[in-house]
C-alpha cells in the first residue's frame, strides 16, 4: 500500500498501546504483512474485460460500499486511495464475500485475495479466500458528470454525480428500489417527435439501484414522480442485467421539479370532452384488473377520482371490461353517487367485438343529447372496434361526433411478416395499426365533425397519425400542448404520446384548447390500487395513478 506500509501500521498500533494502555487496540493480523500481488488497476485492466481473469490475486484498498448481507450484494466494494496513472484503468473492485465470511465496515483498510472472474460483464473476485482487515483509510468520491461514453473505466469505484438529474423511469422503483435518471432532462421516444437521438440520450442516463436483491424491499429510495430531479448521488458503481448501477453510500437528494397537478389546465369552450385509458377496469376478479374485492375497491376509488376531475361533458374509455354493461354501469353509478344523481350516462356499444375489453362513452345529459343511435365497425381490422357516437349540445349547437378507439398494441409480435417488429422504432403491427386508421378516417369521412380519440399505440411521428393527420385530421395535443409537456405514456423511461386527440377540418376551427393531466404517467406504479406489493399506508383514494396513461381533454365550441 502506498498510503502507509503494513509494517509502519504496525509499529504505530504498538507504540499506542504502549503509551495509553487503557485502549483496547485490536492487532494487526499477521497476514497483513503478506504484500498485495498487485493493485486494483491492474485488475481492472483498461479494457472491457479484466487481463487477469481466471487468476488468483491479492489486493489491498479500502471498503467504499458494505453490502455483505444476504438479501444485498452479498459482498463489498474497495478501492485503492492511490491511483495510477492511466484514466482507462478503474480504481475499485468487488468482492463477492459474505458477512459470514468475513465481516467489513466502509472505511476498512482490507487485503483481499480471490480469483478475478467477469461475472455477466461484471468484474470481481470470486470465490475470496481471505480477507483481512488492516486499519482505515478514506476515499473520496470521485466527481462524475453525464454524459458518458462509457463508465468501464470508473467500474466499482466511488464516485458522486451532482445534479439536476431528471427521473426518467420508476417502474421498478417498488419492486427492486431502482429508478434510472438522466442529465440534460426527460427522454422521449424516438418516433415521438423529431431530434430524438436514442445513443446520445443512453449517454447521458444512470440506473439507481438500492444494493438489495430483495424483490419489494421494505425500505424504499424516494418515492419521487417522473420529471423530479435527484440533486445529488454518491455511491459505488457496480453491474448487473447489462446495466451500469449506481448503488447508493449516502441517502440520494431529490427535489420536486414536477409537482403534481391538481386540476387540468384550462381548455375553454362551452364542451369539454376527454379520453381515458382506465387500465382494464373490471368487474369480474382475478381477471385484468383487481385480482380481490379490495383491489377492486381501491381501482374504482382512483378512477372515480380522475374522472370527477376531469369534469368532462363527454369521456371516451378505453379497457372496459367487454361483459356487455357490467362493468361500465358499475362505473358510472359510482362516479354519479359522488357527482350527483344522474350527472353521467353511458351508451351501449352495439358492436363491442371479442376482445377482453371495449371502448366506451359517458356523457352528462344535461349538456349533450346523442344524435341517431351509436355506431361501430365489423371490420375485422379491428380487434377491439370503435364506437362512433355524434352529439348536439342540449340547447343547441353544432354536432360533433366522438369516434373512440384502441388500436392494436405494439406487443405479442409475429416472428415474420410485414406486422413483424421492423426495426424502425415503431413495434410490431404497425401496418395493422395504418390499416386501422384507414378504416376509422373511412367511418368519419360521411359524419360530421369528426373528433378521434384514443389509445392509438402509436407515437406522434408513427406511421398510423401520419396516415390521420394525411386524411385531413389536426393533432390537437401537437396544437396546443407545448413540446416538453406533450406525453401520456412513460415506457422503459422514455415519455411519448399514444393517447390521441385528431379533428376533422371542420371541428379543428371550433376547438378552444387541449391539454394532457399528467396524473398517471409521471406516478410510480407502486401508488396504484394493487395490495400484493405496495405498502398500504402509500395508497390513496385520488386520482394520482388510476391508470398508467394519462388522460387528455378538448375543449370545444359549439354554441
Given at each position: 500500500m502506498r498510503v502507509l506500509s503494513r509494517a509502519a501500521f504496525g509499529a504505530v498500533a504498538v507504540l499506542a498501546l504502549t503509551a495509553t494502555p487503557a485502549l483496547a487496540v485490536s492487532p494487526v493480523p499477521a497476514a497483513c504483512d503478506t504484500p498485495p500481488t498487485h493493485q486494483i488497476a491492474q485488475v481492472q485492466g483498461s479494457g472491457d474485460a479484466s487481463p487477469l481473469a481466471g487468476q488468483t490475486v491479492t489486493v489491498e484498498g479500502v471498503v467504499t460500499g458494505d453490502f455483505q448481507n444476504a438479501d444485498q450484494l452479498n459482498g463489498f466494494f474497495l478501492q485503492d486511495p492511490t491511483p495510477d496513472a492511466d484514466p482507462a484503468t478503474a480504481e475499485g473492485l468487488f468482492a463477492f464475500a459474505r458477512a459470514t465470511f468475513k465481516d467489513v465496515k466502509a472505511g476498512d483498510r482490507v487485503l483481499v485475495t480471490g480469483r478475478v472472474i467477469e461475472f455477466n460483464g461484471w468484474t470481481e473476485l470470486s470465490p475470496v479466500t481471505a480477507v483481512e482487515v488492516c486499519g482505515t483509510g478514506t476515499v473520496a468520491a470521485t466527481p462524475y458528470r453525464l454524459p458518458s461514453d462509457g463508465l468501464e473505466h470508473v467500474e466499482n469505484m466511488l464516485l458522486t454525480f451532482p445534479g439536476p438529474l431528471t427521473v426518467t423511469d420508476h417502474y421498478n422503483l417498488g419492486r427492486f428500489g431502482e429508478m434510472t435518471v438522466a442529465a440534460g432532462g426527460r427522454l422521449f421516444q424516438p418516433t415521438d417527435r423529431p431530434g430524438v437521438d436514442p445513443a446520445a440520450d443512453a449517454r447521458r442516463t444512470l440506473l439507481l439501484d438500492d444494493g438489495s436483491t430483495r424483490e419489494n424491499p421494505a425500505a424504499l429510495p424516494p418515492v419521487v414522480r417522473a420529471g423530479d430531479h435527484v440533486v445529488e448521488a454518491t455511491g459505488v458503481l457496480g453491474y448487473g442485467f447489462g446495466k451500469y448501477r449506481l448503488q447508493p453510500t449516502e441517502p440520494l437528494r431529490t427535489a420536486s421539479a414536477n409537482p403534481r397537478p391538481a386540476r387540468p389546465e384550462?381548455?375553454?369552450?362551452?364542451?369539454?370532452?376527454?379520453?381515458?385509458?382506465?387500465?382494464?377496469?373490471?368487474?369480474?376478479?382475478?381477471?385484468?384488473?383487481?385480482?380481490n374485492a379490495a383491489e377492486q375497491e381501491r381501482q374504482l376509488a382512483k378512477l372515480v377520482a380522475a374522472l370527477k376531475g376531469l369534469d368532462a361533458d363527454a369521456v371516451g374509455l378505453m379497457e372496459v371490461e367487454n361483459n356487455g354493461q357490467t362493468a361500465l354501469r358499475a362505473l358510472v353509478d359510482a362516479l354519479n353517487a359522488e357527482v350527483g344523481a344522474g350527472t353521467y350516462a353511458a351508451l351501449t356499444h352495439p358492436y363491442p367485438g371479442t376482445d377482453q375489453i371495449q371502448v366506451a362513452i359517458v356523457y352528462k345529459p344535461r349538456v349533450l343529447r346523442p344524435v341517431g343511435a351509436a355506431a361501430s365497425s365489423q371490420d375485422p381490422v379491428f380487434s377491439r372496434p370503435p364506437l362512433v357516437q355524434t352529439f348536439r349540445p342540449a340547447g343547441g349547437g353544432q354536432e360533433v361526433t366522438m369516434i373512440v378507439n384502441h388500436f392494436k398494441s405494439k406487443g405479442s409480435?409475429?416472428?415474420?411478416?410485414?406486422?413483424?417488429?421492423?426495426?424502425?422504432?415503431?413495434?410490431?403491427?404497425?401496418?395493422?395499426?395504418v390499416?386501422?386508421?384507414?378504416a376509422v378516417l373511412a367511418l368519419a369521412g360521411s359524419r360530421p365533425n369528426p373528433l378521434v380519440l384514443g389509445d392509438l399505440n402509436a407515437y406522434g411521428e408513427e406511421d398510423p397519425i401520419d396516415a390521420f393527420q394525411a386524411g385531413g385530421f389536426t393533432s390537437l395535443t401537437k396544437r396546443f400542448v407545448p413540446a416538453a409537456q406533450r406525453y401520456s405514456y412513460v415506457f422503459e423511461g422514455r415519455s411519448g404520446e399514444l393517447d390521441h386527440a385528431l379533428a376533422g377540418r371542420k371541428l379543428a376551427k371550433r376547438v378552444t384548447g387541449a391539454t394532457i393531466w399528467h396524473i398517471n404517467a409521471d406516478e410510480p406504479r407502486i401508488l396504484d390500487y394493487n395490495t400484493e406489493y405496495n405498502p398500504p399506508h402509500l395508497y390513496r383514494p385520488d386520482a394520482y395513478r388510476a391508470s398508467d396513461h394519462d388522460p387528455v381533454l378538448i375543449g370545444l365550441s359549439l354554441r
Open positions: 384550462r381548455v375553454g369552450g362551452d364542451v369539454r370532452v376527454a379520453g381515458m385509458n382506465t387500465l382494464n377496469w373490471f368487474t369480474t376478479l382475478g381477471s385484468r384488473g383487481a385480482s409480435c409475429p416472428a415474420s411478416g410485414p406486422d413483424a417488429d421492423q426495426g424502425d422504432g415503431q413495434g410490431c403491427w404497425n401496418p395493422t395499426r390499416k386501422q386508421a384507414q
